[in-house]
């Protein structure tokens, strides 16, 4: 499982012209699901994700958390995180998760999410999407599974 994290002050996915999830402050996740992932990978990223000190304390330190900022997530699926240019000029997907077994734990691991008392918005999972954001710092972290 990949998660490319933003922080952002401001983000939205839309489809067909109409926002379907928006959030202030917090974080903006790519979330790419492989073949192989699991609950228990969707569960450590998630933990990673959450417990991750990203947020700036008074002394201008990134020593705060999702939840110390009372921040909110907008969750995006994005396959082709699991993209694969190693060869030719036309990126291969055949790493990423099929369809339902992507969309299984991208709506896990959501899920879970909100279990926790997370403030959460999401896309369309398959739906062409439109992502806007202010990402602030800018910050942005990739988070792997296979890299833990």
């Known amino acids: 499982m990949r998660c490319l994290v933003q922080r952002v ?9 109409n926002i379907i999830g928006a959030i202030e402050k917090g974080y903006l996740i790519l979330l790419g699901v492989s073949q192989t992932d699991t609950e228990e990978v969707a569960d450590k990223m998630l933990k990673k994700v959450l417990d991750a000190r990203l947020f700036e304390d008074e002394n201008g330190k990134t020593n705060l958390s999702i939840r110390d900022v009372s921040g909110s997530l907008l969750v995006v699926s994005q396959f082709t995180l699991y993209a694969d240019t190693r060869r030719g000029n036309r990126p291969s997907f055949i790493n990423a998760g099929a369809p339902d077994h992507a969309n299984a734990l991208y709506e896990y ?40």
């Not at 002050?9 to 012209?17: D, F, L």
């Not at 999401?122 to 739906?127: I, L, P, T, V």
């Open 109 to 148: 691991f959501c899920k879970k999410a909100e279990e926790q008392g997370m403030p959460l918005a999401h896309g369309q999972f398959g739906a062409d999407m439109q992502v806007a954001l202010i990402n602030d710092g800018p910050f942005t972290i990739m988070y792997d599974s296979e890299a833990q």
């Open 9 to 17: 002050k401001e983000a939205s996915v839309s489809v067909s012209g």
